[in-house]
T-cell receptor, first 113, second 114 residues
């Protein structure tokens, strides 16, 4: 069964450093999302992406964040200058054109020191 | 605007007992509703979804949920709990206009006692 994959599974970085989180959505899906879950808190929407542009973003998704689909398979989330409060689990999700279900990847745990 | 409230951050039941996890939603438009499960150190797995068809929805692992518009609820149930059901459960809502963002509740941690 097709699945969403994410790399790396765990990323440790120093405050102020740039990180890129990578996702490979399900191959025929058209809508892509990033969510985050700070430890012990609920899953929060960050951004949605369709047709090579952002379709919606939350107030969390400020100028430090960016998303990109550099080729036909990858979908990336970049944090330009990480802060301590960016430490969280980041989930990628995708949706196909004929479905209403978001399929989630296993997540990347980002730890900012 | 949409929101989800899950009553009870922790629920503990005995093995074989009924599982009831509560979810109430608020939505200004007709909603789609979802339950996701998260096992320790894993991602989110879809349990079941309501997308404006049958109000009683059956999902994986013996779980089901009933959409009650009058009560704005979408509670998750399972007749007989199994040890493997121990996990975090999230209720989520989205608008029905296709591929909309999910708004999640706080989650309910389910513990199964032997």
């Amino acid at each position: 069964e097709p699945e969403v994959t994410q790399t790396p599974s765990h990323q440790v970085t120093q405050m102020g450093q740039e990180v890129i989180l990578r996702c490979v959505p399900i191959s025929n899906h058209l809508y892509f999302y990033w969510y985050r879950q700070i430890l012990g808190q609920k899953v929060e929407f960050l951004v949605s992406f369709y047709n090579n542009e952002i379709s919606e973003k939350s107030e969390i998704f400020d100028d430090q964040f960016s998303v990109e689909r550099p080729d036909g398979s990858n979908f990336t989330l970049k944090i330009r200058s990480t802060k301590l409060e960016d430490s969280a689990m980041y989930f990628c999700a995708s949706v196909g054109d004929s479905t209403d279900t978001q399929y989630f990847g296993p997540g990347t745990r980002l730890t900012v020191l | 605007a949409q929101s989800v409230t899950q009553l009870g951050s922790h629920v503990s039941v005995s093995e074989g007992a009924l599982v009831l996890l509560r979810c109430n939603y608020s939505s200004s438009v007709p909603p789609y509703l979802f339950w996701y499960v998260q096992y320790p150190n894993q991602g989110l797995q879809l349990l079941l979804k309501y997308t404006s068809a049958a109000t009683l929805v059956k999902g994986i692992n013996g779980f089901e949920a009933e959409f009650k518009k009058s009560e704005t609820s979408f509670h998750l149930t399972k007749p007989s709990a199994h040890m493997s059901d121990a996990a975090e459960y999230f209720c989520a809502v989205s608008a029905i206009q296709g591929a909309q963002k999910l708004v999640f509740g706080q989650g309910t941690r389910l513990t199964i006692n032997p």
